[in-house]
């Protein structure tokens, strides 16, 4: 199965050429094996190049599809070889819907376990209340994109928006039904059921 990453080298017109690694989203520290002597690692980055001369941001919504790819490694070889390692965080559930928006979060091999548990609860504690129908899909969904910006700094994007227009584009999440029949689905306008029915009872007792 492997664990994807994306390794982007930094070519003196600051684009970059961008290569593959079947198993570099491992434990980041492909990041200590890129260097001068070693650009490539010693194969475990292939030579074929993926995409040349493309731009950082569109590296992520033309390239980093956040449900295959697990790091994105910059390297600058101008600078010694510098590598810059982000984690990708998938902001979206298993079920099949808006499945392209994610996030990279700057990390290294010391920090990569405690991110990925930090956001692994995150994720998990909202798909639950979610299912549980505590909170919609919607909220659930800007409250993980809010912590991961805040907290760890993190940089959101929408995978595949580059394919079809010239630049990313603003992106909100759908709204969407809640999952519990519980009185508290949204319609169009953003007022739920329980607002309709209050509603209702105040023209009831008016009469």
Same mark, same amino acid.
């Not at 290569?19 to 492909?30: I, P």
């Not at 209340?129 to 994109?145: H, N, P």
């Given at each position: ?44 980055? /292939? ?9 950082? /941001? ?7 599809? $956040? +449900? ?8 600058? $070889? /101008? ?34 376990? *405690? ?33 991961? +910006? ?19 584009? $603003?992106?909100? $999440? ?29 023209? *009831?007792?008016? *009469?």
């Amino acid at each position: 199965m492997g664990h994807r990453a994306l390794v982007a080298y930094r070519r003196p017109d600051r684009l970059y050429d961008v290569r593959y690694s079947h198993w570099g989203g491992e434990d980041l520290s492909l990041a200590d094996r890129i260097t001068e002597s070693t650009p490539l690692a010693e194969g475990v980055v /292939d030579a074929t190049v993926l995409a040349g001369s493309i731009a950082r /941001d569109r590296i992520l919504v033309d390239l980093l599809d $956040p +449900c295959v790819h697990e790091a994105l490694y910059l390297v600058s $070889p /101008d600078d010694d070889y510098t590598v810059d390692v982000y984690r990708v965080c998938w902001l979206e559930w298993g079920d099949g819907r808006d499945d392209g928006r994610g996030a990279i979060v700057r990390a290294d091999p010391a920090r990569d376990g *405690e991110i990925r548990a930090w956001f692994r609860a995150v994720k998990t504690t909202l798909g639950d209340a979610i299912e549980m129908g505590a909170l919609s899909r919607r909220a659930a969904q800007a409250y993980l994109e809010s912590r991961i +910006c805040e907290d760890e700094d993190g940089i959101v994007y929408t995978f595949g928006n580059g394919q079809q227009h010239g630049e990313s584009l $603003p992106y909100t $999440p759908r709204p969407d039904v809640w999952l519990a029949e519980d009185g508290r689905r949204e319609d169009a306008t953003g007022r739920t059921d329980d607002d309709r029915d209050r509603d209702r009872d105040g023209d *009831e007792n008016r *009469e």
